[in-house]
C-alpha cells in the first residue's frame, strides 16, 4: 500500500518515494475518521478524528460534486501555523477537527449527498494522497402536528422528529464507491498501476474486471499482472478467484509515441459484500498522466517474475499438474548445490549400515527423504503465515560448527579410529550416536534428513519462492504445502533411487567395504568443510581442503615406492594419490598466498598469471532506510538500480557473484546502474524487516528498481541465473 501512496504522491513530497513499513502507518480512514450529520436543514457538521501522530491540512479541505443542495463557504476553525516544506505556510489540525457547512437544500430535498476531498500526512514523514470520501446525509423532516405539539401522544408524531443520519442508515449496504475503491497513477512511461480497495466485509472478482483506454486508438493494454488471489465458492458465480483486501494491478501499456500526455482510463469490475448483496458491475473512468518515455511499445505479454507467475498458477483450476509441475521443478534442483551435498550424506548412511538388503537400503533412503520434505514444507509454510525462514534461523555460527563437528565424528567413524585413539567411555558413546546417525536405527535416519532439510541446503529457488508467496498472500497452507511437499519429493526422487542402487552396488563386506568406508570417511571431512566454508575466511577453506586432499593422497601411496610386480588397481591408486597431492599441494600453496578460489588456487600467485574476473563493486546497505536514502539519490542522479540480497551461508548467492557478476556482458549491461547489496548473513532483527519488506524469504534475490523509484516486480529474480539470461533481464529492466 504505502509503495502506491508514495508514488502517488511523488510529485508533492520527492524525498517520501521511499517505501516504509506497511504496519508503520494506519489506512487513511483510520488516520482520518469522518462522520457527518446535518444539525438542522441548513446546516451540516463534518467531524475529523485524527489518530495521534497524523496531521491534516487547512487548505486541502473541499467539498465536491454537492447533489440536492448549494453549499455554502466551510466554517474551518484556525489551525496550528507552520512551516510546511511543501506546501509553504499551513495550517494543521490534529486529534479532532468540527467544521459546519451552511447549505441551500433544494425544494423537498430529503437527502443530500457530496464528496468530501482532505489530505493529511503522518509525522513519520508520508503523506497520504488527497482523500475522497463519497456522503450522504438525510435531513431532518418535521411534521406540522409535531410541531404544534398537538398528538405529541402519537408513535407517528415520534417518527416525525427532527432526525439524521450519519453516512446513511447503518443497515444499508454501502455506497459502491465506497464499498469498492479505485485509483491508477502510472507507474512508469509504460506502465499502469491500479489499486482496488474492497471496503471491510466486502470481495472482489478478479476475472470480471475489464478495462480500456478511451478515445485513444493508438494505445493499447496488455495483460494485467494479478497477485495471487483467494478460491472462493461463490454462492452467485460459482468458484471464484477473489479478493478481500486492497491489491496492486500492475498493466503494461502499448504505445505509438513517448510523448507525455493525459489519457482517459475506463474500468469495469464488480464484486460482493460477504454474506450480503452482489453490487452490479461498478464503471469508472479516471485520468491518468503518463510520463515522457521511449517510443517503442512494450511487450504486452511480458511475463511475471517467476516465483509470481508459479504462485498464480497455484491459484488456477488445474492444480493437479501444478503440484506436478512442482515434482519436476524439484528433480531438476535435485541436480544443484543444494541438494547434492545430501548425496554423500545419504550414501554414508547405507555404507554405515553395513551389510544390507536392497530392500533395506531403500526403507533408509525413503525415511531420509520422506524426512527432509516433511521438515521442508514445514519451513516453507512457517515462512508463508509468519515470514520467519527456519532454514535461516540455522546458519548461525555455533549450529554450521556443531554440525561440521558431527561430521568429523561420523568421519572417525568410518575411519574405525574410536577404538584405536579414545577412552572406552567416550569411545562407547561415540560409537553408539555414530551408528544411529550412521543408518542402525530409522530415528538416526529420520534426524540426519532433518538437519539436512534445514542446514546442508538453505537456499531459496523460484519455485519454493512461489510456494511461500502463496501461502503468504492467501493464507491457505494446505495447497501451499502439498506444493512445497511436491518439491520436496522432487528434489528426493533421485536420492530414494541413488541410495537404492548403493544399497545393491556397495560390497557386503571385508577390506572392500573397509575402503569404501574410509571414502565416505574422507567426503565426510569434505562436506565438514564446506559447511565451515559458510563462515570461515576463503584461506582457510583452502588449507582445510588441500590439507584433506594431502592427507588422502598418502593414504592412497602417492609417497611410497611401487613394486614391479604390483597390480593394477596398486598403480590406479597411485595415480589417484600423486594427483590428489598435486591438488591439494597447490591449494596449500594457493591458501599461503592469498588465494580465495578453491578450484584455482594458484590464480594471480606468478606475476605472469592473467588478470582476476572484474567483480561488481555494490555498495552495502544495512536497513530499510539505508535502502530508501541510496533509492532517492540514485534517483536524482537519474541512475536506475540493482539490489542484492546476499549471505555468506548461500550457496547461490556465491554462484551469481563467481559466475554471473564477474562475466563482462553483465558489467556492460549494468553500466549506469548503482548496484546496492544487503547482506544478511546474520539475520538479525534488521534483516529480517529488510526482507519482509519485499516478501523475500532468503537470499540471493535480485530486484530492479527504475527511474521512479520502484521496483519492477516482473523482473525479480529469485536464486541463481547464468550471465545470458541474466543480461536479457537487464535489458528489459533499463528499457
Not at 521442508?376 to 535461516?392: D, E, K, P, R
Not at 563437528?405 to 572406552?424: A, C, D, K, R
Request: aromatic share 8%; charged share 15%.
Amino acid at each position: 500500500m504505502v509503495l502506491f501512496v508514495l508514488a502517488l504522491t511523488a510529485s508533492l513530497v520527492p524525498s517520501a518515494r521511499a517505501a516504509i513499513d506497511e504496519s508503520d502507518l494506519l489506512p487513511v480512514e483510520e488516520a482520518f475518521a469522518l462522520r457527518t450529520r446535518a444539525l438542522d436543514s441548513e446546516t451540516i457538521e463534518l467531524r475529523w478524528q485524527i489518530a495521534d501522530g497524523y496531521y491534516l491540512y487547512r487548505h486541502r479541505i473541499k467539498i465536491l460534486t454537492p447533489e440536492g443542495f448549494r453549499p455554502g463557504e466551510l466554517e474551518l476553525p484556525p489551525g496550528k501555523r507552520k512551516h510546511d516544506e511543501f506546501f509553504g505556510d499551513v495550517e494543521t489540525y490534529r486529534h479532532e477537527l468540527v467544521v459546519t457547512m451552511p447549505i441551500a437544500a433544494d425544494a423537498n430535498a430529503r437527502e443530500i449527498s457530496f464528496v468530501v476531498t482532505s489530505q493529511g500526512c503522518a509525522d513519520i514523514g508520508v503523506c497520504y494522497p488527497p482523500h475522497k470520501v463519497p456522503q450522504r446525509v438525510a435531513l431532518p423532516t418535521v411534521a406540522t402536528a409535531a410541531a404544534s405539539g398537538a398528538d405529541s401522544g402519537n408513535p407517528l408524531a415520534a417518527l416525525l422528529k427532527p432526525a439524521s443520519l450519519v453516512d446513511g442508515d447503518a443497515g444499508l449496504p454501502l455506497p459502491p464507491e465506497q464499498a469498492f475503491g479505485f485509483e491508477a497513477i502510472a507507474s512508469a512511461a509504460n506502465e499502469l498501476l491500479l489499486r482496488f480497495s474492497p471496503a471491510p466485509g466486502h470481495y472482489l472478482y478478479r476475472d470480471r474486471t475489464r478495462m480500456r483506454v478511451e478515445d485513444a486508438d493508438d494505445i493499447s493494454l496488455g495483460e494485467p499482472r494479478w497477485p495471487v488471489g483467494v478460491n472462493h465458492e461463490d454462492e452467485h458465480f460459482g468458484q471464484q478467484l477473489v479478493y478481500f483486501e486492497p491489491i496492486d494491478v500492475a498493466v503494461p501499456l502499448q504505445r505509438a509515441d513517448g510523448a507525455a500526455r493525459d489519457i482517459q482510463l475506463k474500468v469495469t469490475f464488480q464484486g460482493c459484500e460477504t454474506d450480503g448483496i452482489c453490487y452490479p458491475p461498478m464503471t469508472r473512468t479516471v485520468a491518468v498522466s503518463l510520463p515522457a518515455g521511449g517510443a517503442a511499445a512494450t511487450d504486452t505479454s511480458a511475463p511475471q517474475a517467476e516465483d509470481s507467475r508459479l504462485a498464480a498458477a497455484l491459484s488456477g483450476p488445474d492444480r493437479i499438474w501444478t503440484l506436478l509441475t512442482f515434482f519436476g521443478f524439484g528433480l531438476l534442483l535435485a541436480f544443484t548445490p543444494c541438494v547434492f551435498p545430501m548425496v554423500p550424506i545419504l550414501s554414508g548412511i547405507i555404507a554405515g549400515a553395513g551389510n544390507i538388503s536392497t530392500r533395506r537400503a531403500f526403507v533408509l533412503s525413503l525415511v531420509y527423504v520422506l524426512a527432509t520434505a516433511v521438515v521442508f514444507t514445514i519451513a516453507g509454510v512457517v515462512a508463508g503465515l509468519a515470514g520467519a525462514n527456519l532454514q535461516i534461523v540455522f546458519q548461525t555460527p555455533w549450529i554450521l560448527v556443531s554440525f561440521a563437528l558431527l561430521f568429523v565424528v561420523l568421519s572417525f567413524s568410518m575411519f574405525g579410529f574410536y577404538e584405536l585413539q579414545l577412552p572406552s567411555r567416550l569411545q562407547t558413546r561415540l560409537t553408539e550416536l555414530s551408528n544411529k546417525q550412521s543408518g542402525g536405527s530409522l530415528f538416526g535416519v529420520a534426524i540426519m534428513g532433518v538437519l539436512s532439510a534445514l542446514i546442508v541446503g538453505p537456499c531459496v529457488a523460484p519455485p519454493l519462492a512461489a510456494a511461500v508467496l502463496y501461502i503468504s498472500q492467501t493464507r491457505d497452507p494446505i495447497l501451499g504445502g502439498l506444493a512445497l511437499f511436491s518439491l520436496a519429493l522432487g528434489m528426493g526422487a533421485p536420492l530414494l533411487a541413488f541410495g537404492t542402487a548403493a544399497g545393491r552396488i556397495l560390497p557386503r563386506a571385508g577390506a572392500w567395504m573397509d575402503a569404501v568406508k574410509a571414502v565416505f570417511g574422507v567426503l565426510f571431512l569434505g562436506l565438514a568443510i564446506w559447511m565451515l566454508d559458510r563462515i570461515v575466511d576463503p584461506a582457510v577453506t583452502l588449507a582445510l581442503s588441500g590439507s584433506l586432499l594431502i592427507g588422502s593422497a598418502i593414504y592412497l601411496g602417492a609417497l611410497e615406492p611401487v613394486a614391479l610386480a604390483a597390480s593394477g588397481w596398486k598403480r590406479l591408486w597411485k595415480a589417484i594419490g600423486v594427483l590428489l597431492l598435486l591438488i591439494g599441494s597447490a591449494q596449500m600453496l594457493g591458501a599461503l598466498a592469498g588465494g580465495r578460489d578453491l578450484m584455482q588456487p594458484l590464480k594471480g600467485v606468478f606475476g605472469g598469471a592473467a588478470p582476476a574476473a572484474a567483480e561488481l563493486h555494490f555498495t552495502t546497505i544495512k536497513s530499510s532506510a539505508d535502502l530508501d536514502r541510496a533509492i532517492a539519490a540514485a534517483n536524482a542522479a537519474g541512475q536506475p538500480v540493482m539490489f542484492d540480497f546476499y549471505a555468506d551461508w548461500c550457496v547461490s548467492c556465491k554462484e551469481m557473484e563467481k559466475y554471473t557478476f564477474t562475466d563482462p556482458a553483465v558489467h556492460q549491461a549494468l553500466r549506469g546502474y548503482v548496484l546496492l547489496k544487503a547482506d544478511v548473513t546474520a539475520n538479525d532483527d534488521i534483516d529480517q524487516e529488510l526482507m519482509r519488506r519485499f516478501g523475500i524469504i532468503g537470499p540471493p534475490g535480485t530486484l530492479f528498481f527504475g527511474l521512479d523509484g520502484i521496483e519492477q516486480r516482473h523482473l525479480r529474480l529469485i536464486g541463481f541465473e547464468k550471465a545470458a539470461p541474466f543480461v536479457q533481464r537487464i535489458q528489459k529492466a533499463t528499457r
